[in-house]
């Protein structure tokens, strides 16, 4: 009975926010999405599951997709790390009421065992246990196979939850996690050890020995135990108080933004709230992405060749940060945005503020990618070329756009599937973040003049980076003629 009453108030409570109203074709779109990779899905497990034992004819089948399985489950764990959201519910309000806290918990706990995560793999693994466990050994053997993997998966949410519960309390224990995660995956890349073999070796004794079963079971009972008893110790309402009086300030001793004076302060506040809110937090761990994205094709020859595709990824890899920030660049401040027209804020040093932001961003990230000059000098002139073109050019234009996005944004909320916020300037800034300098480089490719595209591009960010006070200065006029059209919009809460 109370179970039903949460997911009617939890419903209720999501219908009629205004952001689902406006957001239903958003919704729709999303759902047919879903559809669609379901369908995918569906057609690749078919496929793997009729044609997986011809791939490895010398091979027992079952052992060799056994010998696959760990390496399934830490991809599938970061996977869910930056796209799983994490299950919420507003507590306090149920506190002062006569129900048990286990019953909010288990509720609370339950609802991430809805998570498309847990089931979308299914449609790959029903086939191969059909198909092949079935196939090679009886219907018994291939049940205890199918439901053991079903229960790791489940172990694998909840040690994502506790993992991501950990990063506000004790984020040590979830870097050493990943650290050791990353040490057995460059183990077993330079053949230390072999997991493929060691993952073979266990889930070959599922089948052989269909008792090992309760292993599954245990470890899924041991981590749904660790969630209930972390979060039991913090269904208090001291404990959940948005502020912490022993919270030190760390951002505001830095001494370089003491230096820019007022600039500085803005800059400060800036920092504080990446670092206090989920959704931008969020993007600060998927921070490594962007950076190694470029690993993933680089390291193909077929893809090491194609001039175009490198003017992607030195869009996103130098740029790809910078552009959640721009883009967002006035919503991330939309709980306060009110308190911005109200206060004295000089507002061209308010523009500068978020154009020195993005310089810091994108200049980072074109740093730390430096070390891909490994592939070669002409991967680090691309990614050059397009940080010029980042800073100078597209940081401008998205500043602009943004005047233009109104919609609230819920910092509480991770950002992974979450498109809270997006309206079509978001969606219009993908031309000329990538489309531009990609159709001018091939322009001039196409007359056997590679190098003068790049050099027109570079010329652009350039140009940017010289005239930026009369570009911030029409920037400023742009904020003032919209900005209680923005107030208005950024008032609706959901």
């Not at 569906?42 to 997986?52: I, T």
């Not at 847990?118 to 050994?137: E, G, H, R, S």
């Not at 292993?215 to 309402?237: D, W």
């Not at 756009?401 to 109104?406: E, F, I, L």
């Amino acid at each position: 009975m109370l179970i039903k009453s949460f997911i009617d108030h939890q419903w209720k409570q999501a219908t009629r926010s205004t952001i689902f109203q406006k957001n239903i074709v958003v919704n729709i779109f999303l759902g047919l999405i879903v559809l669609l990779l379901f369908l995918e899905f569906l057609v690749a497990g078919l496929y793997l599951g009729d044609k997986w034992h011809t791939l490895f004819p010398n091979d027992d089948p079952v052992s060799k997709f056994n010998s696959i399985l760990l390496y399934y489950f830490a991809f599938d764990l970061i996977i869910r790390f930056f796209m799983q959201n994490l299950p919420v519910m507003s507590v306090q309000p149920y506190l002062h009421l006569p129900i048990k806290k286990s019953t909010i918990l288990n509720y609370l706990l339950s609802k991430s065992l809805l998570s498309i995560f847990n089931y979308f793999p299914l449609l790959v693994f029903i086939p191969i246990t059909i198909f092949q466990v079935a196939a090679n050994n009886n219907s018994t053997i291939a049940l205890v196979w199918i439901v053991s993997v079903f229960l790791l998966m489940l172990s694998n949410n909840f040690l994502l939850l506790y993992m991501k519960r950990q990063l506000v309390g004790n984020a040590k224990i979830v870097g050493f996690f990943g650290l050791f995660i990353l040490f057995l995956l460059f183990a077993d890349r330079f053949e230390i050890i072999s997991l493929s073999s060691f993952s073979s070796v266990i889930f070959d004794q599922l089948i052989n020995q269909p008792i090992l079963i309760v292993v599954p079971v245990i470890i899924l009972v041991l981590l749904y135990r660790l969630n209930f008893s972390h979060l039991k110790g913090r269904m208090y309402p001291e404990e959940l108080r948005v502020g912490k009086e022993k919270a030190v300030d760390k951002v505001s001793d830095i001494k370089y933004l003491k230096k820019l004076g007022q600039i500085g302060d803005i800059i400060g506040v800036e920092i504080k709230l990446f670092l206090r809110h989920k959704r931008t937090k969020t993007i600060l761990y998927m921070t490594p992405l962007f950076l190694f994205y470029g690993l993933i094709f680089y390291t193909q020859p077929e893809m090491y060749d194609k001039d175009g595709f490198k003017i992607f990824l030195g869009w996103f890899i130098t740029g790809g940060l910078m552009y959640n920030y721009l883009n967002f660049a006035f919503s991330y401040e939309s709980n306060y945005f009110d308190a911005i027209l109200t206060h004295d804020i000089d507002m061209r040093r308010y523009f500068k503020m978020k154009f020195m932001m993005a310089l810091l961003i994108s200049s980072a990230c074109f740093v730390l990618t430096i070390p891909y000059v490994y592939f070669g000098v002409k991967i680090l002139l691309f990614h050059f070329v397009m940080y010029l073109y980042n800073i100078g050019t597209l940081s401008f234009a998205l500043l602009f756009m943004a005047t233009y996005n109104s919609n609230r944004l819920d910092l509480s909320k991770g950002a992974a599937f979450n498109y809270q916020g997006l309206g079509a300037s978001n969606w219009l800034m993908m031309i000329p973040a990538v489309l531009v300098p990609l159709l001018i480089y091939l322009l001039f490719n196409t007359f056997g003049l590679p190098y003068i595209g790049l050099l027109v591009i570079g010329s652009f960010g350039i140009l940017g980076l010289l005239f930026n006070k009369t570009i911030i200065d029409q920037l400023v006029k742009q904020f003032l003629s919209r900005k209680y059209k923005m107030a208005e919009g950024f008032r609706k809460r959901s």
